[in-house]
């Protein structure tokens, strides 16, 4: 069982920025990575950022170059930090993790991020 805790989210008006954490506990050995998805209403739920365990990061066409993952995935936290927010970054976003041999994936609750102003 992984658990996953999330931070962060709220609104925030265009052009600003917000910092997202999840930190994962539960009884496993370790994680192969951790990873950021959203949701926006009639959307389906897309990549926004990705971290393994060597620290190799991969982000989304939408976010590249506005959007920071960071953290350590050994460690079990990880971070996003969102610069220059649009209204269409809009959605509740969502952290991943997957368990190291077993490939177990699990899900945080997510948390809402609003861009309005």
């Known amino acids: 069982q992984v658990h996953l805790a999330e931070s962060g989210g709220g609104l925030v008006q265009p052009g600003g920025s917000l910092r997202l954490s999840c930190t994962a506990s539960?009884?496993?050995?370790?994680?192969?990575?951790m990873a950021w998805y959203r949701q926006a209403p009639g959307n389906e739920r897309e990549l926004v950022a990705h971290?393994?365990?060597?620290?190799?990061?991969t982000y989304g066409a939408a976010v590249k170059g506005r959007f920071t993952i960071s953290g350590d995935v050994p460690q079990k936290s990880v971070s996003l930090q969102m610069n220059r927010l649009q209204p269409d970054d809009t959605a509740v976003y969502y952290c991943?993790?997957?368990?190291?041999?077993?490939?177990?994936?699990?899900w945080g609750q997510g948390t809402q991020v609003t861009v309005s102003s």
């Open positions: 991943q993790s997957v368990v190291e041999g077993t490939g177990f994936t699990s």
């Open positions: 539960g009884r496993f050995l370790a994680l192969t990575a």
């Open positions: 971290m393994t365990r060597a620290g190799s990061t």
